[in-house]
């Protein structure tokens, strides 16, 4: 092997250790184009919430973050699913990899979490990661909602997500051919949720919580841009 061979894969291994909010999605398989970088510094003007009242930009050191405000909101789902709900408007993908920092701001208690929604095709038809302080059927798990109360689809998850009040990354990997589903939070080398799924091909992303509160950093959107069927 030369020395420039040598070089080169040295340099894109090193590369693809910078795991955390990288500029592109290129390790691996993840190989699409970035769609949105979203810091909410012009505002949330991209975002659907299904309750405007429960939603506020605030001002974070030299930023501005996207801030769930009610535990509960106005909106009542359909069937059982979360209340609280942000979703990016116009960009519906397949194959994925979205990347969120975030951060409770609920006082601590057994079923602190926040969401992450993938998927979306409407109010009864989506994916949601709940990412909860203590695991149990209905928390800390992959979910589908198919019109009717959300449903348990994950194949591992771990006791509980570590919430306290500092910032945390996460990150969903989603394959539409194989029905993969991964879940990464802080650690981007293991993940903490698997799931296998083919019922929704496609969809939009969100933000939110089944019903606490916290605050949105920034969201980043990697994959295959398609048309809604």
């Known amino acids: 092997m030369s020395r420039l061979l040598m070089m080169s894969i040295l340099l894109w ?3 693809c250790s910078i795991e955390v909010f990288a500029e592109d999605a290129s390790c691996g398989n993840n190989k699409s184009a970035l769609l949105i ?28 973050v996207y801030a769930l405000i009610k535990k509960k909101s106005n909106y009542e789902p359909p069937v059982r699913s979360p209340y609280n709900r942000a979703i990016l408007k116009d960009v519906v993908v397949s194959d994925f990899v979205m990347e969120v920092k975030f951060r409770s701001t609920i006082p601590d208690y057994n079923h602190r ?54 910032w945390h990354h996460a990150r ?7 029905g993969e589903i991964k879940v990464y939070f802080d650690d981007m080398k293991t993940p903490v ?35 809604k069927e």
């Not at 409407?122 to 798990?141: C, I, L, R």
Request: glycine share 8%.
């Open 193 to 227: 949720m698997t799931a296998t799924d083919k019922t929704f091909a496609w969809g939009q992303i969100g933000i939110g919580s089944f019903d606490d509160t916290g605050d949105f950093a920034t969201v980043k959107l990697w994959g295959e841009q398609v048309e």
């Open 172 to 178: 969903i990997e989603r394959s539409v051919k194989t």
């Open 37 to 64: 970088s979203e810091d909410f510094s012009a505002g949330s003007q991209q975002w659907t919430p299904t309750d405007k009242t429960a939603w506020k930009l605030k001002a974070e050191d030299d930023h501005q």
């Open 113 to 166: 979490s926040l969401c992450l929604f993938f998927g979306y095709q409407d109010e009864s038809h989506f994916y949601y990661v709940h990412f909860g302080k203590k695991t149990d059927d209905h928390a800390n798990q992959i979910f589908i909602v198919n019109e009717k109360p959300r449903t348990k689809i994950s194949t591992k998850t771990t006791p509980g997500t570590p919430w306290d009040d500092e």
């Open 13 to 15: 291994f090193v590369h």
